[in-house]
């Protein structure tokens, strides 16, 4: 298996400026490694590549062959962490259409519970139309307005479509260990229930049931993904930040905003990314914009944005650095034939394949960003498969808890997001929210 590899030439920081931080990068890995197996911390995706549930995960799997054998449809109903990861995944690993696709061999993954626009429910049930339906409901409490408005109306779909009896097989929980209002409503209807874990926090929980069920429906192998996160858990264990790319990422992104570089493009030049993006997003945004710091997690997706935002990322403000992701072998690949007309001016590339073409785009775009005053940071992925989705998971997870205590935050909590709620129940009268 290929390692991730990372590259930070292109991000003028010197190797002295980088071994500035090799003291306090080693206390704050001794410190997260000390506090792993505490329940009080929020630290438990640290070891879960070697130390998790087995009886659970063959549960997982089982519960995925079931729902391949006796559903078109499976419905996650989630929020943020909820749904961010699993998505990343099973978009990075499957066909941009599969859902479209009438011989796809395995359920068709439709996501909820992550807005309160009504027009969007309504066409999932248009969707879902007389097809085949199982039921995923993720939530730690089970009282999050977006996931519980949702899972309130599919319940009743559910139970109106197949009876409350079978209904109950075709629903799954993921939930609390102990508590909640999930949890209470899955013991009472005897949902299969599984476990998010007390000290893995929702943006961290990829490799728990929360992603690992519905990315195991769509028919992607979470023994391979694990096993690529195993890797990443054995080689980034080392405390040496000379030794560790992981750690060289996270105190890079810090340098770089101590010289007021506090915006942080992920790239990618590959469509199937785009949710990888909205989990990174996610990953450091909640764990690091607090307290009046933060660098901004923003993305793009190269070609295609060079057409939109090139042109502010050349010359705009000069506050902007970009993390790269490159892989470095594709799955397919086309070759560009000769045309006798050449009326398009293409034929100085023949027997050029479109993946060479996109790389030398990916250098041509590093080359002059850089030239712009643009930092370039470049992780390089073999190619885009289970091992290494589940190497970049870890990777970008471990990298945010020790960016996140190198800017001076806990990475693990995120009190700004009750702001909205609050408000918001307000709004529509809860009881107890008047004021």
């Given at each position: 298996m290929e ?10 920081i ?8 090799s003291?306090e ?10 506090k792993a197996?505490d329940?009080k ?19 997982i799997?089982?519960v ?12 996650v109903?989630g929020?943020?962490?909820s749904y ?8 990075a690993?499957?066909s941009p259409f599969a859902n479209?696709?009438?011989e796809e ?7 909820v519970g992550n807005?309160l ?6 066409d999932v049930i248009?969707f879902?139309?007389d ?5 995923n409901?993720i ?7 977006e996931?519980?408005i949702?899972?309130?109306?599919f319940?009743e ?7 409350i ?11 609390d260990k102990q508590?909640g ?6 013991d009472s209807?005897?949902y ?5 874990p007390?000290?893995v926090?929702?943006?961290y929980?990829?490799l ?5 069920l519905?990315i ?6 979470i023994d391979?993904?694990?096993?690529g ?12 930040l ?5 750690y060289?990422?996270?105190v890079a992104?810090n340098?770089l905003?101590?010289?007021e570089?506090n915006?942080?493009l ?10 990888m993006?909205?989990?990174w997003?996610?990953l450091?945004g ?5 307290e009046?710091?933060?660098i901004?997690p923003?993305g793009v997706?190269?070609t ?5 935002m ?5 010359q705009?403000?000069r506050?902007l ?9 594709s799955?397919t690949?086309?070759e560009?034939?000769?045309d006798e ?5 293409l034929?100085?590339?023949v027997?050029?394949?479109?993946d060479?073409?996109?790389k030398?785009?990916?250098e ?7 030239s712009?005053?643009?930092?370039n940071?470049?992780i ?8 290494n989705?589940?190497q970049?998971?870890?990777f970008?997870?471990l990298?945010?808890a ?7 935050v806990?990475?693990?909590?995120q009190p700004?997001?009750e702001?909205?709620?609050k408000n918001?129940?307000r709004l529509l ?6 004021k």
């Amino acid at each position: 298996m290929e390692n991730l590899k990372i590259e930070l030439k292109h991000t003028n920081i010197s190797e002295e400026e980088m071994n500035q931080y090799s003291t306090e990068v080693e206390k704050i890995h001794q410190d997260l490694y000390k506090k792993a197996n505490d329940e009080k911390e929020f630290l438990g995706w640290l070891n879960l590549p070697t130390d998790y549930d087995k009886e659970e995960f063959d549960r997982i799997k089982a519960v995925a062959k079931k729902v391949k054998e006796d559903s078109d449809i499976f419905l996650v109903i989630g929020i943020g962490g909820s749904y961010l990861g699993a998505r990343a995944v099973i978009e990075a690993m499957n066909s941009p259409f599969a859902n479209e696709m009438v011989e796809e061999k395995n359920p068709k993954v439709i996501f909820v519970g992550n807005n309160l626009n009504p027009d969007y429910i309504h066409d999932v049930i248009e969707f879902i139309g007389d097809k085949d339906l199982s039921i995923n409901v993720i939530s730690k409490s089970g009282t999050t307005t977006e996931p519980a408005i949702a899972f309130r109306i599919f319940r009743e779909f559910l139970e109106n479509k197949y009876g409350i009896a079978e209904a109950r097989s075709r629903i799954y929980v993921t939930t609390d260990k102990q508590k909640g209002a999930l949890k209470k409503l899955a013991d009472s209807e005897g949902y299969e229930s599984f476990v998010i874990p007390d000290n893995v926090g929702g943006r961290y929980s990829v490799l728990t049931a929360v992603g690992l069920l519905p990315i195991a429906v769509s028919g992607i192998d979470i023994d391979k993904l694990m096993c690529g996160a195993v890797a990443a858990q054995n080689r980034y264990a080392d405390e040496k930040l000379k030794y560790n790319d992981c750690y060289k990422y996270a105190v890079a992104r810090n340098i770089l905003y101590k010289k007021e570089k506090n915006i942080e493009l992920l790239v990618d030049y590959d469509p199937k990314l785009h949710y990888m993006i909205e989990w990174w997003k996610q990953l450091y945004g909640e764990s690091e914009g607090k307290e009046g710091k933060g660098i901004f997690p923003a993305g793009v997706e190269f070609t295609t944005d060079l057409h939109s935002m090139g042109q502010y990322i050349q010359q705009g403000r000069r506050n902007l650095f970009e993390t790269v992701l490159n892989i470095e072998n594709s799955k397919t690949d086309l070759e560009i034939k000769n045309d006798e007309d050449n009326l398009d001016g293409l034929n100085y590339l023949v027997g050029k394949s479109l993946d060479y073409v996109n790389k030398k785009a990916m250098e041509a775009t590093i080359e002059a960003h850089v030239s712009g005053d643009v930092p370039n940071i470049v992780i390089t992925m073999n190619q885009l498969d289970e091992e290494n989705l589940g190497q970049l998971i870890y990777f970008f997870e471990l990298a945010c808890a020790m960016s996140g205590r190198l800017l001076g935050v806990n990475p693990f909590d995120q009190p700004g997001v009750e702001a909205y709620k609050k408000n918001m129940f307000r709004l529509l009268g809860k009881p107890g929210y008047e004021k």
